[in-house]
């Protein structure tokens, strides 16, 4: 189990609950901005679209992740950000760390990683996770000392080992 602080990043960190996938449908739309200014259609479907796509995301990580922790990130009583992180053997992968948009660039994704790397580095378990290649955060993972395990295309899978803390 991973056990980090109720309060992270500048957050207070609570379980998410079914009640939080309309905000993971909007906190993937606000991860999609490109792809969301391209669609054509109307944005109600859009926006049933990445519910759709959040619940699907959800379900397959609680399928194939047993004993993952889904945490929504709170500021001001607010969600903004979710957490999801999985032990695996020799490693904790964090499935999934977003922002919305006026969260990111600020440093609390940082806080939340050294969080989440402080915990591997006190259990001898390297962090791993995967980032799209076009996708800005690999800049704070680079900065952070994530290195990549392999690269998958798309998807790039990086590693940040305790003696790189």
Not at 23 to 49: Q, T
Not at 56 to 62: S, V
Not at 77 to 91: S, Y
């Amino acid at each position: 189990m991973i056990d980090l602080p109720a309060t992270v990043g500048g957050f207070l960190r609570r379980p998410q609950t079914a009640a939080d996938l309309p905000f993971l449908a909007r906190l993937m739309s606000s991860a999609r901005e490109v792809e969301r200014d391209l669609f054509p259609g109307d944005p109600a479907v859009w926006d049933a679209l990445m519910a759709q796509q959040a619940a699907a995301q959800d379900h397959h990580y609680r399928a194939h992740y047993p004993g993952a922790t889904f945490d929504i990130l709170e500021h001001a009583g607010q969600p903004v950000g979710r957490l999801a992180l999985c032990e695996l053997g020799d490693e904790i992968r964090v499935m999934d760390i977003a922002l919305l948009p006026g969260f990111r660039g600020q440093g609390h994704g940082t806080l939340v990683l050294r969080a989440v790397m402080a915990r591997a580095a006190a259990r001898g378990l390297a962090v791993r996770l995967h980032v799209e290649a076009f996708n800005r955060a690999g800049h704070l993972y680079d900065r952070l000392g994530f290195t990549m395990v392999q690269d998958k295309g798309v998807h790039k899978l990086l590693e940040w080992r305790p003696s790189s803390f």
